[in-house]
Every structure is written in C-alpha cells, then in structure tokens.
C-alpha cells in the first residue's frame, strides 16, 4: 500500500523571512517598542566604543603633534643613595651630540616663592615654583604661549618672568595686556608672557620662569640644571636615548635619568579602558533588559497566534518550521532595534566627539559587534517561545474556547 | 483513498470520543459525516486528516499507513496531500486572499510566483477572481470559506476535509458553499464534509452517520 515516495515539507528560505516578518508586519508598534530595550543598549554600546576610539585617536593624533621625539635628562641618584646632579656643562655636551636637535635646561630655585603683593603671606606659595629656563624651552617642548611672550636672549637677564598656565592661573592673571607685576623674593617682576599647558613637561605648568643669568646673580643658583629637555632626530631616537647619559655626565652616567614624557601620554590612552568597561556593563545591563522584553513579547505572540500555529501544522509545517518561524521573527526584531542602536549610537557619538573636537571614529568592528550581539540575544530570547510553539501538537493548536 | 479500521480515540478522563469506526471512502467522493454535536466527528477529523493518531485501529490516508509515519512523514502528508477546510476560516489577517490562497502550498517548497499563479487560478475556480488583492479580514463570512476552500484546493490534494464548513454562514451562503463543494466533488476532488446539519448532509451524495463515537450506517 506504501508504494509511492512522498516528498518532504519544506519552507524555502524566502519564505522563512516572509512568514517570520508577519507578525512583526500586522503590529508594528509592539514590535517598535519591544525593539526599543535593544536599541538603546547596543547605541550606548557602539557610543561608548566609539567615543573610547574617537578620544585615542585625538590622545594619539595630540602625541603625533608633539612628537615622541622628546626626552628628558634629569639627575637621578648616586651610587649611595643621596641625590646627584648633573654636571654644569651637560647642556653644552648633549647639543653637540649629532643626532640632538635642540637642548633646553630648566633648574629649579627652590628657595623661592612667587606673590601678586607682599601682603600675602610668604609661606603662601600657591604651589609656585620659581625655575631659571633657557630662552630655547617653548621651541624645544613643541609648546605655544597664551599670552604674551617668551624669554629672550635680552629679558633672561631682567627682572621678568614667564607663567606656567597653572601658575598663572592660581595668580589670577589671564592676560599681560595690563602689565602685571609678580613679587618673586622682594623683588617685581613683569610678566612678560602665559604659556599654555605643556603636554610633555606639565611639571613646568606650575612654574614661574626666569633667565638663567639672573636668577644666577639674584639667588644662589649654582647653574647645573635640574631637567635638560632634549628633541632628538625622530629617526635617530633610539640610537641617541643611550648616549645621553654619558654625554651628560662622563664620569656617572648611571646618575642620570632619561624619559621620554610622550610615554605617559601613551599610558593614557590606554588608562581610558577603564572607564570604557564600566559603560558597557551598563550597556549589557539596557541589551539583557531589551533581551527579556523581546522573550516576552514572543511569548505572548505564541499564545495569542495559537490557531496560527495549528493552520500552518494543518498546512504541513513539520514543528522545525514552526521553531524556525519564531526564532526567526525573534531575530528580526532584535536585529532591527540593533540595527537602530548602531545608528543611534554612530549619530550621537559622532556629535558628541564634534562638541570636543575629537576625531569621530566608530570602527567596524563595533559595528558588526553591535549587530551581532543584537541577534545574539534575539536567538536566545527567541528560543523558549519557539520551542514551546512547536510542541504544541496541531489539535491543541486548533482547539477554540 | 481513505481507510479507517476498527479506529478508537480515547482522552484522558477517560472520554471515550471514538468507540471502534470502520468506514472507507473512494477517489472522487464526496461523503458527508453527520451526527449530534459531541458524537465524535471532529476527533473523527483529526483521525482522518493526520492532525492526531487513534488509539487504536488502522488509518489509511492516500496510500499511506498513518501508523508507520513519523511526525515529519504526516507534515509532509498533510503538506502534498490533504486539505483542510475550518468552521472559523484560519485566514491570516493582513494579508491578502490572494496570498492566503497561496499559503496552501507554502510547506511543499514550491516558489511564491508558483503559489500565486495557481492560486488566482483557483480563487477564479471559486468564483473569487475580483477579490483576489482585497485584505482577508475585509471579506465576508462566505467570501472567507471560499478563500479557504480554495487554500485547501491548490495543491490538488487527494482529498479534502472539512469540519463544520458552513457552522459559522447564514443560510444563503452557505447554501452556495455547499453548491461549491459539489461542483468541486463534480471536477474529481475527493471531500469528506462533517457536519452537524442534515440538511447539509442530505445535500451531498453520501452520508455517513455517528452518534457517541459509533458509526450508525453509511460506513
Ligand atoms: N482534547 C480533548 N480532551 C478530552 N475530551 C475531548 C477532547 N476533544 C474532544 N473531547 C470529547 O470527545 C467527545 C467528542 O468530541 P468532538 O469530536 O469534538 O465531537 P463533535 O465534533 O462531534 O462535536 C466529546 O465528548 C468531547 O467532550
Ligand atoms: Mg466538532
């Protein structure tokens, strides 16, 4: 009796995207607003990401401007423990090194404080630093002035100084357009110009500035510097990095300490992960809520379109295309709202990279993140409805009342 | 085409809604199952059109010895050869009669273009040619069971169940399904229409007659 074959049931893969998008098509706004949980952890998601990427890019793009060429000479410690020095002729001795560029020392006179008048207590040293500098400093650090400007081979021997831009702020002095006076020691000094901050030295962002020659003859400088700040050639960079100790200092070359200040802008940029994890666990808590509401709403549709099920049985849908049909609406609608999360999470982090002048950076790979782990959680929450519409036998389905 | 021997169905209770039905129907048929409401004749359906298994007892659909299919088998069964037809329609709302016609063939592979084609065909077979593109949900009752009868038609199954087909049609249309069905039955399709109504069962060349899951004559 059993003679002839019958064919299988099959639903063409055209037809799984037709049929699974049919509920999703006859109630667009609770599809809309199941989709919504989704979209809103996968925009914070690629937001985060992105604005991680967009403020490294502008941290590297700042490193790029001012380069990685510059290192810093600074007296390290002697064989015994005490602080050591560098020879007075240092500066001299590295700026004849073939590969140097420019060469700038700072020494620092620690004795002395920096007031607006001498009404203010002198112990108030607003954190102040009083630092002897070559006129060569701005050049060699790649940095710019606020206001005014630098020392030069003429006011390195008077009485005028040059603020930090931290100093110059604590001092309440925004411009030099009003000739503003400094009492550094009991004496006036005319502030001659306002640095802007400097990403490679920000230890100088603090300090007052004066010429060596003067701060020789006013307090007991003995002129070996406290910091040789040296751009090398870019090329010659790491050829140059261990001759700079014995240039320095011949007869103690392991008393001198060099760096290399665009290091710990780098270590920044990698400091940024931090924050970053913690945005996405909040972004993973908005994708798992968004996740439970698609479950639940794919839970009702099972149970409203029961007799839906049933007609399909009847029509010769085995229970894998009614698993696939559901697993498959669950996708749609998770792969939708992570679809609008990307986009909503590229818009607002491109404006929100904009407001800060950062480069707007979204990578790919978040992106294709964003979307997948989108479906990811459609085919988990889709799962368990699924499952539960293809047991459902196709009398049960069919039943009314 | 249709074999049923000594078929029992027992629910758990126990309800006892098939006592032992032995009946046969031909290619080409068209045979009425009637009798009071809860003697047995939608579990006699479900029996018949594979969509549950008796008891006990033997079924044979189309060739096919029910008890030797796997769940996938009876799919494919259903998908290839049998339609149904349902008091309550089971149109799919937002979409149109056309593609609704058109789902008869969903499950057997066959492409869309394919399915619409066939399916304006037999919605013309129907009498449904003009309202081929309207929305389902804005048919009326008759105009809806046409569309279904039409559904359950398009793969030219071997045969046609029909549960209450006109349970939920005023009298006018549902004398004109009933006139459809023959005319159907006339162009060689084989149809088993249950129904409670005698006037609808004296209507069809054949009656079969149950009462408390038992056949009573006709079988
Ligand atoms: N799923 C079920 N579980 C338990 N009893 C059922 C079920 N389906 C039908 N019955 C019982 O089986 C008997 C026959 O029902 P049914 O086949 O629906 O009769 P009809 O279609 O002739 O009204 C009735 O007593 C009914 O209550
Ligand atoms: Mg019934």
């Known amino acids: 009796m059993r003679a002839m074959s019958l064919p299988r049931s099959r639903l063409l893969p055209r037809d799984v995207l037709s049929v699974s998008s049919m509920g999703l098509r006859t109630r667009r706004l609770r599809a809309a607003l199941s989709a919504v949980g989704i979209a809103i952890g996968i925009a914070s998601m690629v937001a985060v990401l992105a604005l991680s990427e967009s403020s490294k890019a502008d941290l590297i793009a700042a490193l790029d401007k001012l380069g990685t060429n510059l290192l810093t000479v600074t007296p390290g410690q002697s064989f015994l423990g005490e602080d050591a020095k560098l020879p007075k002729p240092a500066p001299r ?21 920096v007031r607006r008048s001498g009404y203010i207590p002198k112990e108030d040293t607003n954190g102040i630093g009083v630092v002897a500098a070559d006129p060569a400093l ?36 925004v411009s030099v357009a009003s000739r503003p006076l400094v009492l550094i020691d009991g004496r006036w000094f005319a502030v001659a110009g306002i640095l802007s901050p400097l990403a490679l030295a920000p230890e100088l962002d603090s300090a007052a500035l004066i010429g060596f020659p003067l701060a020789k003859k006013m307090f007991a400088v003995d002129g070996s510097a406290s910091a040789v700040y040296v751009r090398a050639s870019p090329d010659a960079m790491n050829a140059v990095r261990p001759l700079l100790g014995p240039q320095a200092n011949p007869e103690h070359p392991e008393e001198v300490q060099v760096s290399r200040p665009s290091d710990a ?7 940024k992960s931090a924050f970053t994890a913690l945005f996405l666990g909040l972004g993973a808590v908005a994708l798992l809520v968004g996740g439970v509401g698609i479950a639940n709403v794919m839970v009702i549709a099972v149970l409203e379109r029961r007799s839906e099920i049933g007609l399909r049985r009847a029509l010769g849908a085995t229970r894998g295309h009614v698993r696939v ?48 782990s989108a479906l990811g959680i459609g085919a988990v929450a889709g799962l368990y409805p699924a499952m539960r519409a293809a047991r459902l036998s196709p009398t049960e389905a069919l039943r009314t009342v | 085409m249709l074999e049923l ?44 059109g594979t969509l549950d298994r008796p008891t006990a007892g033997v079924v044979r659909v189309a060739g096919f010895d029910v008890a030797e299919l796997g769940d996938a088998e009876l799919a494919a069964l259903r998908a290839h050869r049998i339609g149904f037809v349902f008091q309550q329609f089971f149109l799919l709302e937002g979409m149109s009669a056309l593609d609704n016609v058109a789902n008869g063939l969903l499950y057997a592979g066959l492409p869309a273009e394919e399915r619409r084609r066939l399916a ?98 006709g079988g």
């Open chain 1, 325 to 372: 049909q559901f697993v498959t609406e669950s996708l749609l609608l998770a792969g939708a709202g992570g679809l609008a999360g990307v986009l909503l999470g590229v818009v607002v982090s491109a404006a929100f990279a904009a407001s800060r002048g950062w480069p707007a950076v979204v990578p790919t790979s978040v992106v294709v993140a964003g979307i997948g």
């Open chain 2, 120 to 217: 304006s065909e037999t919605l013309e077979r129907v009498g449904l040619g003009r309202r081929m593109r309207h929305d389902a949900s804005k048919l009326s009752g008759g105009e809806r069971q046409r569309v279904a009868i039409a559904r359950a038609l398009l793969g030219r199954p071997a045969i046609v169940f029909a549960d209450e087909p006109t349970g939920n049609l005023d009298s006018r249309s549902s004398a004109e399904i009933v006139a459809l069905l023959r005319e159907l039955n006339r162009d060689g399709s084989t149809i088993v229409v249950i129904t409670h109504d005698h006037e609808i069962a004296d209507a069809m060349p054949r009656q079969i007659a149950i009462r408390d899951g038992l056949i009573e004559g």
């Open chain 2, 5 to 48: 021997e000594d078929v029992t169905k027992e629910y758990p209770g126990p309800v006892l809604a098939l006592g032992g039905v032995s009946l046969s129907v031909r290619e080409g048929e068209l045979v009425a199952v009637v009798g009071p409401s809860g003697s047995g004749k939608s579990t006699l359906l479900q029996i018949m």
């Open chain 1, 265 to 271: 802008l780098a270590a920044r940029v990698a400091a």
């Open chain 1, 93 to 113: 001795m590295l700026r004849r090194l073939a590969a140097v560029e420019d060469v700038a020392a700072t020494a620092s006179v620690s004795s002395a404080t």
């Open chain 1, 138 to 173: 701005v050049r060699t650090l790649g940095g710019t002035l606020a206001d005014g400007a630098f020392l030069n081979s003429a006011t390195i021997h008077e009485p005028v100084v040059v603020l930090g831009a931290d100093a110059a702020a604590r001092l309440g002095i």
